[in-house]
């Protein structure tokens, strides 16, 4: 099993910038896919990135390609959402999550694990 925290969520003008990070614990991270979930207010969460267990296979929803970066270091069992160009309709609850297999990866029902999530606002 494998616990999940995110951080580096805040308040950003619209065209700012803010870097999430989700540290894992417990079970070795190297052997999960991770991905990048949001969740705006009553609404369901919907898929924002995904990264394969070395990095090797990425993929982004396409309302933030070009935006957002994913990334992972396996060495500091953290994945990082580097977030370009914010916008308003990018606020949401930003939650990072785990995976055994990346089947489906845009799924969160293929993801068992979660953490709190962290809060991103941008103001126009």
């Known amino acids: 099993q494998v616990q999940l925290e995110e951080s580096g969520g805040g308040l950003q003008q619209a065209g700012g910038s803010l870097r999430l990070s989700c540290v894992a614990s417990g079970r070795s991270f190297s052997s999960y896919t991770m991905g990048w979930f949001r969740q705006a207010p009553g609404q369901e969460h919907t898929f924002v990135a995904h990264i394969s267990q070395r990095g090797g296979s990425i993929y982004y929803a396409d309302s933030v390609k070009g935006r957002f970066t994913i990334s992972r270091d396996n060495a500091k069992n953290t994945v990082y959402l580097q977030m370009n160009d914010l916008k308003p309709e990018d606020t949401a609850l930003y939650y990072c999550?785990?995976?055994?297999?990346?089947?489906?990866?845009?799924?969160?029902?293929?993801?068992?694990?979660w953490g709190q999530g962290t809060q991103v606002t941008v103001s126009s």
């Open positions: 999550a785990a995976a055994l297999s990346s089947g489906q990866y845009y799924s969160r029902y293929a993801y068992p694990y």
